[in-house]
C-alpha cells in the first residue's frame, strides 16, 4: 500500500494481530484487521480471536469507520486455520471430559464468525494464499472475499478428527448438488476459479493488484448508508476484476459437478464403497480419494449427518450444532488422536477409534451430539 499507508491515523498492535484505520478522500476510514503469525500461517488462537472480535464491535459503533478489511501477513496465507494445540493439551489432561478450553475458545470464535457474517458494513477479505479451516470461517462471513492466482482454500478437518466448522454448516450446504460433502469429506483444495464456483469467493484479482485495490478504496466516495456504501465496493472491485481474466475450464470442481454428485450419492457406506474402489486419471480425484480414506471414520459420519442439516437451519442454528458437536468430539471423538498425528509428534499415522464406517456406534454420534450444557446453551439466542 503506497498511497493509502501515508495516510494511516491509527495503528495498534496486539502480539499477533495488527489494527489499522486508513485515511479516505470522503473523510471516512477503513479498519483494517493484519493476521501478524506469519511463521504459523497466521493460525487463529484465543487472544487473537478476542482482540479482534473487540476491535470489531468499537469498528461497528464507529460512523467514521465505512469498510473493513481482513488480511494476513507475509505471502504464504490468509489463515491456515485454528491453533488447536492447546485444546489438544487440555483434552489429553482431562480425557473423556468436555473441558472448559474447548468450550471457551469454539465458543468466542464462532461469535467472531457470527459477528462478521452479521457485520452491516461491507467486510472485505484478502484471500491470498492458504486459506483453510478457521481461516476459511472469518471468509466466509465477509461481504466482499477477493481471490488470488495462489489462493488454496480448503477444509481440511476430517484429517484431524474433527469436521468441517465454522459456519461449514451453512455454507457447505449452500452449494451444488453434493458439493459440500465432497468438500468436508474429501479437505480438497479448492483454486481462485473453484471457489468463485461453489460461492465461497466474490472476486479474483492478482496478488500484484492489492496496491491497487487499496489505492481505489481510499478514492471511493464512502457514503454513511452500509447498503451504499457495499455497492459501491462491489461495483469497484469488478472493475479491477474486468482487467483480469480466469481461463476457462480452470475450475476443476465445475468441470465434474455431475462426477461429484454421483460419488456422493446414496448413503455414507455406498460413498466409502465407491470411493474405496475408484480409480481415475485425474490426480486431483486421487488425491481426495486418498485422504478421505485416511480420514476419521467418526468424522466420516459427522460430515454425513452435517450434509443432512440441509439449508433448514438458520446461521445461528448451525453454529449451535456446531458448538455442541466441537466440544464434544475433542473429548469423545477422533480431534486429540488426529491432532497428535498432524501436529504434536508428525508422525502422519493416527490411530482411529474406529477401523471402518460401520464399526462406528450411535450411541458415539449420540454423545457427541448431545449439548453439555442441556437447556441452557450459550447460543440459544445467539446475537
Request: with cysteine.
Amino acid at each position: 500500500m503506497t498511497n493509502v499507508v501515508d495516510n494511516v491515523n491509527q495503528a495498534t498492535t496486539t502480539q499477533n494481530v495488527v489494527f489499522q484505520t486508513l485515511a479516505t478522500a470522503s473523510g471516512k476510514l477503513i479498519g483494517v484487521v493484519t493476521l501478524n503469525v506469519e511463521k504459523a500461517l497466521n493460525a487463529l488462537d484465543l487472544d487473537m480471536v478476542r482482540a479482534m472480535t473487540a476491535q470489531l464491535n468499537l469498528w461497528k459503533k464507529d460512523s467514521l469507520v465505512a469498510c473493513i478489511v481482513l488480511d494476513g501477513s507475509g505471502e504464504k496465507a490468509f489463515c491456515a486455520g485454528g491453533d488447536v494445540r492447546a485444546l489438544y493439551h487440555a483434552s489429553i489432561a482431562a480425557k473423556g471430559q468436555v473441558t472448559e478450553e474447548a468450550k471457551v475458545f469454539f465458543e468466542e470464535e464462532y461469535r467472531l464468525d457470527y459477528l462478521l457474517h452479521t457485520f452491516g458494513k461491507p467486510v472485505l477479505v484478502w484471500g491470498d494464499g492458504i486459506v483453510m479451516g478457521g481461516g476459511l470461517g472469518l471468509m466466509a462471513g465477509a461481504s466482499h472475499r477477493v481471490v488470488t492466482e495462489t489462493s488454496r482454500i480448503a477444509m481440511p478437518e476430517v484429517t484431524i478428527g474433527l469436521y468441517p466448522d465454522v459456519g461449514g454448516s451453512y455454507f457447505l450446504n449452500r452449494m451444488q448438488g453434493k458439493m459440500g460433502l465432497f468438500l468436508g469429506l474429501t479437505a480438497y483444495q479448492l483454486n481462485a476459479a473453484d471457489a468463485c464456483y461453489v460461492g465461497l469467493a466474490d472476486h479474483y484479482l492478482n496478488r500484484d493488484d492489492k496496491e491497487l485495490m487499496f489505492d481505489a478504496m481510499a478514492t471511493l466516495d464512502w457514503s454513511d448508508t452500509p447498503a451504499l456504501n457495499h455497492q459501491r465496493l462491489d461495483s469497484m472491485i469488478n472493475e479491477l476484476s474486468n482487467q483480469v481474466d480466469i481461463p476457462k475450464g480452470e475450475s476443476v470442481l465445475a468441470d465434474s459437478q455431475d462426477n461429484i454428485d454421483r460419488l456422493m450419492a446414496g448413503s455414507l457406506e455406498d460413498i466409502v464403497t465407491r470411493m474405496s474402489t475408484l480409480a481415475s486419471e485425474d490426480a486431483w480425484l486421487m488425491k481426495a480419494r486418498d485422504t478421505f480414506l485416511a480420514g476419521s471414520p467418526i468424522s466420516w459420519h459427522l460430515v454425513n449427518i452435517q450434509s443432512q442439516l440441509g439449508t433448514k437451519l438458520s446461521l445461528a442454528e448451525c453454529f449451535k450444532w456446531e458448538l455442541t458437536a466441537s466440544v464434544n468430539v475433542c473429548a469423545h471423538g477422533d480431534f486429540c488422536e488426529g491432532v497428535r498425528a498432524l501436529l504434536i509428534d508428525k508422525d502422519r499415522q493416527p490411530q482411529w477409534r474406529f477401523k471402518d464406517v460401520n464399526s462406528v456406534p450411535t450411541a458415539v454420534l449420540e454423545q457427541i451430539l448431545t449439548s453439555p450444557w442441556g437447556e441452557a446453551h450459550p447460543f440459544s439466542q445467539l446475537s
